[in-house]
C-alpha cells in the first residue's frame, strides 16, 4: 500500500499560476511525530487492525524547502499476523515553485516494493512542464499548465483560508509515482479562532504544540482525483485541521475501505536558517 502524503503533497488544479513572492502565508520549518490509528473500516479486507507512527520534517533550507516523511503502518491480519509496511518520501522544492526533486521508496516487511527516483520542472507563468523519472526506468510525465508542486499548494491553501476562500481546485504533482499527478479539490471551513492566553502567563513559557493554541487555523477536506480520469468518485481523501504557519495538528486519512487517524504526538520547531 502506497502512503499518500496528502495535503503536504499533501497532498492540486489552479486556474493560473502566483509567484511564490505573492504569498501571505508564513509557514514555519518543523518537525513532527504521529501516532497513527486505525479509524474506521477494514472489515472487507484481510486485516483487523491498522496501526503504526508517521515522522515528518519540513525545512526551510534557503534556496527553497525540503520535506522528509517516514510512515511505518503495521497490518495486523484475521489471523493475528502482522505486515509492516514502510514508506519513506524525500523531496526538494525551490522557492519560485519551479522545481521539484523527489525520491521515494516502498517496502512490505523490509522487501521492496517500490523506489522512485525523479524531477520536475515547470515553465514561467504557469504554462506546464515535464517529470523526469529516473527509477525504476527512465520515463517523462507531461504537466498540464497550472500544475503546482506541494509547497506551493500548501502556501495557496493558506492563503485561500486567510482570505476567506472556501473551495480550491487544482493540479498537484507529488512524486509519489508517475500516476502522482492529481486533480485535488479542497473545501475550507470558518475558521477557528486562538485561544486567548492564560493572565500571568507568556508566549515564551508554551512548548512549540502548545503555541498551536495561540493561532488560527481551519477545516480542511481534500479529495484527490486521477489527473484526466473523469472520476466522480476520489481514489483517496484527507480531512485535516491546518494552523496558519503550516502545521496541521490531526488528519483523517481515508482510503475507501478503511480510514486511519494521525494525531501528533511531538512538534519542534526549526530556527530559521543563515542565509
Known amino acids: 500500500m502506497l502512503f499518500r502524503t496528502g495535503f503536504l503533497t499533501t497532498v492540486t488544479l489552479y486556474a493560473f499560476f502566483v509567484a511564490a513572492t505573492a504569498w501571505s502565508a508564513e509557514l514555519t520549518a518543523h518537525r513532527a511525530i504521529y501516532d497513527l490509528r486505525q479509524l474506521s473500516g477494514g ?38 499476523q502482522e505486515i509492516q509496511n514502510d514508506f519513506t518520501f524525500s523531496s526538494w522544492e525551490s522557492r519560485d515553485g519551479n522545481e521539484f526533486r523527489y525520491t521515494m521508496r516502498s517496502t512490505t516487511n523490509d522487501e ?56 480550491l481546485t487544482a493540479n498537484v504533482f507529488s512524486g509519489t509515482g508517475d500516476d502522482s499527478l492529481n486533480e485535488v479539490s479542497a473545501f475550507i471551513g470558518r475558521l477557528i479562532e486562538p485561544e486567548k492566553m492564560v493572565a500571568g502567563s507568556s508566549e515564551s513559557e508554551l512548548s512549540d504544540s502548545d503555541s498551536l493554541l495561540l493561532l488560527r487555523s481551519w477545516p480542511v477536506a481534500m479529495a484527490y482525483f ?50
Open 112 to 167: 521492496l516494493n517500490e523506489q522512485i527516483e525523479g524531477r520536475a520542472e515547470l515553465e514561467e507563468g504557469g504554462a506546464g512542464g515535464v517529470a523526469l523519472f529516473i527509477s525504476p526506468e527512465k520515463k517523462q510525465v507531461p504537466l498540464p499548465p497550472g500544475t503546482l508542486f506541494p509547497t506551493e499548494h500548501l502556501f495557496l491553501t493558506i492563503d485561500h483560508a486567510m482570505a476567506g476562500e472556501t473551495v
Open 43 to 80: 472489515s472487507g479486507s484481510n486485516f483487523t487492525n491498522v496501526n503504526g507512527k508517521m515522522y515528518l520534517d519540513w525545512s526551510d533550507v534557503c534556496d527553497g524547502w525540503t520535506l522528509t516523511q517516514h510512515v511505518r503502518l503495521n497490518f495486523i491480519g484475521r489471523t493475528g
Open 226 to 275: 486521477p489527473y484526466g480520469s473523469g472520476d466522480h468518485e476520489p481514489e483517496f481523501e484527507v480531512h485535516f485541521t491546518i494552523m496558519e504557519n503550516g502545521v496541521s495538528p490531526s488528519m483523517d486519512l481515508d482510503y475507501g475501505n478503511f480510514a486511519i487517524r494521525a494525531a501528533m504526538e511531538e512538534l519542534e520547531y526549526h530556527l530559521p536558517p543563515d542565509c
